[in-house]
Nanobody, 123 residues
Framework: QVQLVESGGGLVQAGGSLRLSCAASGRTESTYRMAWFRQALGQERAFVAACTGSGCTTHYADSVKGRFIISRNNAKNTVYLQLNSLKPEDTAVYYC????????????????WGQGTQVTVSS
């Protein structure tokens, strides 16, 4: 089992920035690929970004490419998501996920999830 705890969400004006953190504990050997998803009200959960391997090979959804940056601190078993140039459409609950070795952006491939952190961007 892997436990994931997200933090760092909040309310920010459009154009602002936030930094989300996701700390993993338990079977951290299962955190080869760590990803962020988000779910806006009334919408399905959508892939945002992923970091694969200790070197953090990155992969981004087109909607956040150039604005969001994913990174990881292996010593702390923590993955980060820097959210820049935020837009109202970025408003969602952001979830951290892990547990797959597949280069996947499909939520069903990830067995372990955090509780989510709310990001609200005002216009």
């Amino acid at each position: 089992q892997v436990q994931l705890v997200e933090s760092g969400g909040g309310l920010v004006q459009a154009g602002g920035s936030l930094r989300l953190s996701c700390a993993a504990s338990g079977r951290t050997e299962s955190t080869y690929r760590m990803a962020w998803f988000r779910q806006a009200l009334g919408q399905e959960r959508a892939f945002v970004a992923a970091c694969t391997g200790s070197g953090c090979t990155t992969h981004y959804a087109d909607s956040v490419k150039g604005r969001f940056i994913i990174s990881r601190n292996n010593a702390k078993n923590t993955v980060y998501l820097q959210l820049n140039s935020l837009k109202p459409e970025d408003t969602a609950v952001y979830y951290c996920a892990t547990g797959t070795t597949k280069m996947s952006d499909v939520s069903g491939e990830y067995p372990y999830w955090g509780q989510g952190t709310q990001v609200t961007v005002s216009s």
